[in-house]
C-alpha cells in the first residue's frame, strides 16, 4: 500500500535559519508532488508541485523553493526564513497518471519562525 | 487560471438539520471536483468525487456545470459532521487547486 511521510511534524526556527522539509512517497512510482500551505481564513495554497524528477512549478513568488532530487522525495527549503513563514505545511501526492485521482496528505509539518 | 471558491468560512447547524457547503470553480477545461475533509487532529482525506456520484457518510455533491458549482450537501447532520471541508479542483496540468474551506460545526 502506498504511504506518505514527512517530517518533522513541528519545528520552531529562528529568523534567517535556513529551513528543510522533506517529504517522502512510498508504493508508487512516478507520483505528482505537493507542497501546500494550510493557514486559517486562507485554506490551502498551493506553493509547489512536481509531475517528475527535478520538475518543479511554482505557484505563488515567495522566499520557498522546492527540490525533488529522487522520484518519491519532495524537498522544501528556504535559504533564509522570515517570520511570515510561519504556518502549516503540507505535502501530497497524487498518482502520475489517471483522472479524477485521490489525492493523499502527509501529517504536516508545523513550522514557528521566532 | 483555476479557481475554487467556498464563500463561507463559517457555517454552524443543529443537529438534524440540512447542509449545504457552498462551492464554486472557475475553469476552462473539463473539470475534476473533489471536496475532502479534515477531522480534528487527522490528516486532509478525500471525502467524495463528483465522477463517482457516490454518496460518503450521507454526503452527496453534484456538479452543475452551468453554474460552475460542485456544492456538498447531507440532509441531516451530525455531530461527528463537524470538520473542515475543502473543495478541490485538479486541472490537467497536475495542478490542484483548493478552495478555502468551510468549517462546518454540528451543534446537539
Known amino acids: 500500500s502506498q504511504t506518505i511521510h514527512q517530517w518533522p511534524a513541528t519545528l520552531v526556527q529562528p529568523v534567517g535559519s535556513p529551513l528543510s522539509l522533506e517529504c517522502t512517497v512510498e508504493?508508487?512510482?512516478?507520483?505528482?508532488l505537493y507542497w501546500y500551505r494550510q493557514a486559517a481564513g486562507r485554506g490551502l495554497q498551493l506553493l509547489f508541485y512536481?509531475?517528475?524528477?527535478?520538475?518543479i512549478s511554482s505557484e505563488v513568488p515567495q522566499n520557498l523553493s522546492a527540490s525533488r532530487p529522487q522520484d518519491r522525495q519532495f524537498i522544501l527549503s528556504s535559504k533564509k526564513l522570515l517570520l511570515s513563514d510561519s504556518g502549516f505545511y503540507l505535502c501530497a501526492w497524487t498518482p502520475g497518471q489517471g483522472v479524477n485521482t485521490e489525492a493523499f496528505f502527509g501529517q504536516g509539518t508545523r513550522l514557528t519562525v521566532v | 487560471a483555476q479557481r475554487v471558491t467556498q464563500p463561507e468560512k463559517l457555517l454552524s447547524v443543529f443537529k438534524g438539520a440540512p447542509v449545504e457547503l457552498k462551492c464554486n470553480y472557475s475553469y476552462s477545461g473539463s473539470p475534476e471536483l473533489f471536496w475532502y475533509v479534515q477531522y480534528s487532529r487527522q490528516r486532509l482525506q478525500l471525502l467524495l468525487r463528483?465522477?463517482s456520484r457516490e454518496s460518503i457518510k450521507g454526503f452527496t455533491a453534484d456538479l452543475n456545470k452551468g453554474e460552475t458549482s460542485f456544492h456538498l450537501k447531507k440532509p441531516f447532520a451530525q455531530e461527528e459532521d463537524s470538520a473542515m471541508y475543502y473543495c478541490?479542483?485538479?486541472?490537467?496540468?497536475?495542478?490542484?487547486?483548493f478552495g478555502k474551506g468551510t468549517m462546518l460545526l454540528v451543534s446537539p
Open positions: 463528483h465522477i
Open positions: 512536481s509531475v517528475g524528477i527535478g520538475q
Open positions: 508504493g508508487t512510482s512516478n507520483p505528482n
Open positions: 478541490a479542483l485538479f486541472s490537467g496540468y497536475s495542478t490542484l487547486t
